[in-house]
């Protein structure tokens, strides 16, 4: 049987559970978990199982997981963001 530490919000072991929990966090194997809503193309997303704790919310039930996080922040922080919105046609001529 496999067992996983169970962590409160600051990240400190509370516990330990031992079973089939369902999924759980690719990062520390948590469990209760998100999906990276990270766009991989093709109408997908990146799916990578991830626990509140390492999931960054980045919009209305849209989680990142920390690998997409850094390379949306990067994006962000190199006006990425601002460019694609100044080429959207209700903003373009605004």
Known sequence: MTCYAVYDQDR???GIMCGK????CTECGDV???LCDFPVGKGKTCDRSICGYHSAKVGIDIDYCPAHYAEWQAFRDAGGVKHELEN???FKDA
């Open 12 to 14: 400190r072991k509370i």
């Open 21 to 24: 929990l369902g999924p759980h």
């Open 32 to 34: 209760g978990v998100n």
């Open 88 to 90: 959207v046609a209700p």
